[in-house]
């Protein structure tokens, strides 16, 4: 990694960071096309390298839930059942597609995320840790 | 007075591991989360309050990242230095952005990111 690359990957990963938790919106969705767009990454490794970085965000933040009371571990074990064999699934399928059209796919779960951010509103403006109800 | 999760009021299982089959899914397939559609079907098909639902979410996001971060590690589709230095500047990144929310989150920020997002997701389209 050159230098510049290093400082690239830190604004991008600071940016994401800052609008994951601006918008209350998942770092990967930012992180992956950052990482395409401005260093140039394969749209494999792009995935692949966010899903690494998601795994101590998501486990530093759901710590600080799990202190507050907040975090229901029996269902996160039901929703991890489903989703580990969906994880395997997932992967091995965007691994057999060629990275042209993973990107162009990403591009459209972009475009939905996009159209669903137009027509929630007032979510941002909600704290975080809103206490369940 | 936060409301601490009892054990009678756990949505079916069932339900949950199927919501999770379809984050995970979206996850594996394109290196993200899958809070984007789990918290959504939490609220709307298990009837889970909007903060619980993402505090759950968030927690189940670990295992489902793991095992697709193991899958593309195993086809060489892992860059781990790269990852180091994402993670330094995401972890400084969400405290700023969990400190800004309060003062500037608002629609506006919202509508223009998606905006942006919707250029993003053209050039991606067309490169």
Do not use: Y
């Not at chain 1, 507050?68 to 091995?92: E, K, N, Q, Y």
């Amino acid at each position: 990694m050159t230098l510049i690359e290093i400082l690239a990957l830190f604004g991008i990963g600071l940016t994401a960071g800052v609008l994951a938790g601006l918008l209350g919106i998942g770092g990967g969705v930012l992180m992956v096309p950052a990482m395409v767009l401005i260093t140039a990454f394969d749209q494999h490794v792009a995935q692949g390298t966010s899903l690494l970085v998601i795994i101590p965000a998501a486990a530093f933040g759901s710590f600080t839930h799990h202190r507050h009371g907040r975090l229901a571990l029996r269902d996160a074990a039901a929703l991890a059942v489903g989703g580990v064999v969906g994880a395997l699934l997932g992967s091995v399928t965007a691994l057999s597609l060629d990275e042209d059209l993973l990107r162009r796919l990403f591009a459209i779960l972009l475009l939905g995320i996009a159209a669903r951010m137009l027509l929630t509103r007032r979510r941002a403006a909600e704290p975080v840790d809103a206490k369940p109800t | 007075m936060p409301h601490m999760v009892s054990s009678l009021d756990h949505p079916n299982p069932f339900i949950l591991a199927l919501i999770g089959l379809a984050a995970g899914v979206l996850s594996g397939l394109f290196g993200v989360g899958g809070g984007i559609i789990m918290v959504p079907a939490m609220v709307m098909l298990a009837g889970m309050a909007q903060g619980r639902a993402s505090a759950t979410s968030l927690a189940s996001i670990v295992p489902i990242a793991a095992v697709g971060a193991f899958v593309f590690g195993r086809s060489d589709s892992v860059d781990l230095p790269a990852a180091a230095v994402l993670m330094v500047g995401s972890l400084i990144g969400v405290q700023v952005g969990a400190w800004l929310m309060p003062r500037i989150g608002d629609d506006r920020l919202r509508i223009g990111f998606a905006i942006f997002m919707i250029g993003i997701a053209v050039t991606m389209l067309i490169s």
